[in-house]
């Protein structure tokens, strides 16, 4: 049972370039979420979904751009990389309340992507 | 909007002692969710422990337990007989119960602890 698993662990791109980092969990969770981890910031959500073909923006979703064609994958992707979006990703999932019966159901997280942008 | 506030940027302690993490935040909802989640070296965020608001009971897990003090909005973790396995970045999270979106995350800014012999 892999989990929550996120595709590359480690990236570097030129400003300009674009990319698509890939989630994919194998627990059918309903909702799924993507996160940034800056230094001395916590993690912010960029978007999440709360299930297939729905999206919706998070707290700092500029500059990103998401899919959910399957419920088991969430794609995050960056169109035109800026310094600005060096920063550490993470994925993550959960059940929804429907699919569990009962609130607060916890995130798991995959291991991260490290993106640097030069 | 919720706010979570971690005010130790760092702590240290040395092994088999406790130690009291805290977390305090902001919210006008009464129904909602608090987390605890650990970020060792590898990078990994682990859940350690839960507590819903509406419980009076301070959540435990093992070595780990909780302080939730709802009219202070407070919200402590308390890790006994520290091990060096406990090396690693701490976060509070906040979820507060909503209908028909997802259960979203708001993170406190961390505290790094460290482990020593």
């Known amino acids: 049972n892999a989990g929550v698993t996120q595709t590359p662990k480690f990236r570097v791109l030129k400003t300009g370039q674009s990319m698509t980092l890939l989630c994919a969990q194998d627990m059918n969770h309903e909702y799924m979420y993507w996160y940034r981890q800056d230094p001395g910031m916590g993690l912010r959500l960029i978007h999440y979904?709360?299930?297939?073909?729905?999206?919706a923006k998070g707290e700092v979703p500029d500059g990103y751009n998401v899919s959910r064609l399957k419920k088991q994958n969430f794609l995050l992707g960056l169109e035109s990389a800026a310094p600005s979006q060096t920063s550490v990703y993470f994925c993550a999932s959960s059940y929804s309340l429907s699919e569990q019966g009962s609130w607060g159901q916890p995130q798991h997280f995959g291991d991260g992507t490290r993106l640097s942008i030069l | 909007a919720q706010t979570v506030t971690q005010s130790q940027p760092e702590m240290s302690v040395q092994e088999a002692e406790t130690v009291t993490l805290s977390c305090t935040y902001d919210?006008?909802?009464?129904?909602?969710?608090l987390f605890w989640y650990k970020q060792p070296p590898s990078r990994q965020m682990i859940l350690v422990i839960r507590?819903?608001?509406?419980?009076?009971q301070n959540a435990t897990e093992n070595r780990f337990s909780v302080n939730f003090q709802k009219a202070a909005k407070s919200f402590s973790l308390k890790i006994s007989d520290s091990q060096l396995g406990d090396t690693a970045m701490y976060f509070c999270a906040f979820m507060k119960q909503s209908t028909g979106t997802a259960s979203k995350l708001t993170f406190g800014t961390g505290t790094r602890l460290q482990v020593t012999l």
């Open positions: 919210t006008s909802e009464s129904n909602y969710y």
């Open positions: 979904s709360v299930g297939e073909g729905t999206t």
């Open positions: 507590q819903e608001a509406y419980k009076q």
